[in-house]
T-cell receptor, first 110, second 115 residues
Framework: KNEVEQSPQNLTAQEGEFITINCSYSVGISALHWLQQHPGGGIVSLFMLSSGKKKHGRLIATINIQEKHSSLHITASHPRDSAVYICAVPDGGSQGNLIFGKGTKLSVKP | EPEVTQTPSHQVTQMGQEVILRCVPISNHLYFYWYRQILGQKVEFLVSFYNNEISEKSEIFDDQFSVERPDGSNFTLKIRSTKLEDSAMYFC?????????????FGPGTRLTVL
């Protein structure tokens, strides 16, 4: 069964700073998911990636399959980026059920 | 943009009562999931559903839980006799293809409080 570790657990940044959140997993995967959980609890899918890099606005996700590691970067952070960012990977079963990291709680101060 | 919806947003119930949590997945999706998140903990997989039957379930998903897709649009999670420890946020998700290869779309969640 895959184990997912995220770091840091908590992150406080000043508006405009470059943010990096890390995720590592123990078993090889076909794809990794980055999710955002709003303060109200809702979960939004940000990225699904299986290799290389993806970019969406100020968000960039990278993955190194050989090292079993992924990073989520936020450029020019803004207070509205404050949320919990969660890394999730398939558990290896046939239906793609996800195993989630504990999340990184990001707080961006104005 | 199509989205997954869940009702109710918050359910309060007495221990031992039955609850049904409802989800409407994205209409052309084929794979459906329930997850839960106990306050302060990580999201955990409960069950996956495909082709009108359970595909996989976790150890959490015991005989007190059941899922159903009664009418081709709704996807429900039933807890027969709720316990205090069932208090959590329950998320429904759907995917057009296996989440190994495709993203899952999550509903806004139902917060279940068992008193």
């Amino acid at each position: 069964k895959n184990e997912v570790e995220q770091s840091p657990q908590n992150l406080t940044a000043q508006e405009g700073e470059f943010i990096t959140i890390n995720c590592s997993y123990s078993v090889g995967i076909s794809a990794l998911h980055w999710l955002q959980q709003h303060p109200g609890g809702g979960i939004v899918s940000l990225f699904m990636l299986s290799s290389g890099k993806k970019k969406h606005g100020r968000l960039i996700a990278t993955i190194n399959i050989q090292e079993k590691h992924s990073s989520l970067h936020i450029t020019a952070s803004h207070p509205r980026d404050s949320a919990v960012y969660i890394c999730a990977v398939p558990d290896g079963g046939s239906q793609g059920n996800l195993i989630f990291g504990k999340g990184t709680k990001l707080s961006v101060k104005p | 943009e199509p989205e997954v919806t869940q009702t109710p947003s918050h359910q309060v119930t007495q221990m031992g009562q039955e609850v049904i949590l409802r989800c409407v997945p994205i209409s052309n999706h084929l794979y459906f999931y329930w997850y839960r998140q106990i306050l302060g903990q990580k999201v955990e997989f409960l069950v996956s559903f495909y082709n009108n039957e359970i595909s996989e379930k976790s150890e959490i998903f015991d005989d007190q839980f059941s899922v159903e897709r009664p009418d081709g649009s709704n996807f429900t999670l039933k807890i027969r006799s709720t316990k205090l420890e069932d208090s959590a946020m329950y998320f429904c998700a759907s995917s057009g293809r296996l989440a190994s290869y495709n993203e899952q779309f999550f509903g806004p969640g139902t917060r279940l409080t068992v008193l």
